[in-house]
Structures are given as C-alpha cells and as structure tokens.
C-alpha cells in the first residue's frame, strides 16, 4: 500500500511539472527523459544568435541571489558588462530590494485586484514586458530556484505582454554535481515554456562555487561575459 501512494505521488508531481495555464501548441512541454535527472524535457526553441530584428535590445536581468555580491549576481554584473559591451540596454534588477507579495486566486481573474501596501510585483512585470531579453538568475536553492524568483513568476500568471522574449539563464550551486545545477535551469524552463513564443539563447551553470565571491577566481566569469555579448 505504501509503494503504491508513493508511486501515485511521483506521477501527480510529474503531471503538475509539465503543467501550465498558457502552454504552446507549437512546443509542448515533453515527458521525454533524457535529462540525466529524469525531469521533464521542456522543448522551448533555441538560437545561438539573435532572433530579433532590432537594434538597441532592451536586456533586464532579474538577479535573485539573497546575497548581493553573491556568485549568480557576480555573473549577472559579468553578463551585463558584455551586454552593454554588444549594444544593449542593461537594466539589472535586485529581487531582494523589492516588495513582492505571494500570488493570490484573485490574481488570477485580475493581476491588480490585490494590492497590499508597497507591493512592487506589477512594476517588476511591467518592466519584464518592455524588455526584449530576459536573464533569469537564482542559485539552487533545495534542488530550486529561490522564493524569490519563483514569487515573481507566479505573478506573472496572465502573461500580459511576455510574448516573444528571449531568455538566459544563470544559476550557481554549492555542490560540484552539474545535475545540481540543471535543477534550477528546470525552474526555469517550466516557467518560460508558459509564455507565447519564447526563445532560449543560453545559460551558464556555476558549479562547486559555495563561499561567496569564490566565482571570481572561475572560469564561469568569462562564460557570463561572453554569452551577454551574444544579444
């Protein structure tokens, strides 16, 4: 009895992953298993150069280490240093300076119904939706993303204006296992896999790098660099 609730347990975990409001025809989320976790491969588009036909790409950077100057913010600065580098327009946003508050059902029906006092979420989606790129950025939090990453996500529920967005990502963990990191690249993925018509442009995965400032004497530093001045 036991094995079985626990076999029933994993398929509804494996059913809800691959779930979401606004799914794509076009690129479902598979329950293929060649990811070496045995998660969900989520077959979003990918390009090595730039989809957009435009010049002066606005890039925003949402850093959601709880540390600033901590490793996946260090690689942000680096990604941002070889963006502007290649012409964009950098905006970096520290998600622990902002007021964001926890999704609520009424969300759901109106993304402005609840308002609680300082709450700071439409301005930050707002802000996603004027962008061209967007980096998401956490280090791996109990095999995750951080909270407050996630919060965001969720109150981007409705996807106004997210349409057509090319994202990179930037994760770095504690532990030397690479599979650590593809946790966090997963959260991710199940969060853009939502949105209309996104494009994947590349990531960097900073293993082993647990003190913080140790990614400044990394390789992963010119990695972040160098991806920025691919926009």
Do not use: W
Request: with cysteine; charged share 25%; proline share 4%.
């Amino acid at each position: 009895m036991k094995s079985i609730t626990t076999v029933a347990l994993i398929l509804g975990l494996a059913l809800t992953a691959v779930s979401c409001q606004h799914s794509q025809t076009e690129t479902p989320a598979s329950t293929a298993t060649s990811d070496p976790n045995n998660l969900p491969v989520y077959n979003i588009p990918y390009s090595a150069t730039s989809t957009l036909n435009k010049a002066d790409k606005k890039v925003l950077i949402l850093s959601a280490s709880p540390r600033r100057g901590g490793n996946t913010d260090l690689l942000c600065d680096e990604f941002a240093k070889g963006a502007q580098e290649a012409g964009g327009k950098v905006e970096k946003l520290f998600l622990d300076d902002y007021k964001i508050d926890f999704f609520h059902e009424e969300h759901s029906i109106n993304p402005d119904t609840v308002m609680t006092s300082g709450d700071q979420a439409p301005l930050l989606v707002k802000k996603m939706a004027e962008a061209d790129i967007i980096v998401l950025s956490s280090p791996v939090y109990y095999m995750n993303i951080d909270g407050q990453l996630k919060t965001l996500m969720d109150r981007c529920y409705r996807n106004n204006g997210l349409a057509g967005k090319e994202f990179y990502y930037i994760t770095a963990c504690a532990d030397r296992e690479e599979s650590t990191a593809e946790t966090a690249i997963f959260a991710f993925r199940g969060f853009v896999v939502c949105l209309p018509d996104p494009v994947e442009r590349g990531s960097v995965k900073a293993i082993g790098m647990g003190r913080k400032g140790a990614i400044n004497d990394s390789k992963y530093m010119a990695e972040a660099y160098n991806l920025g001045k691919t926009i």
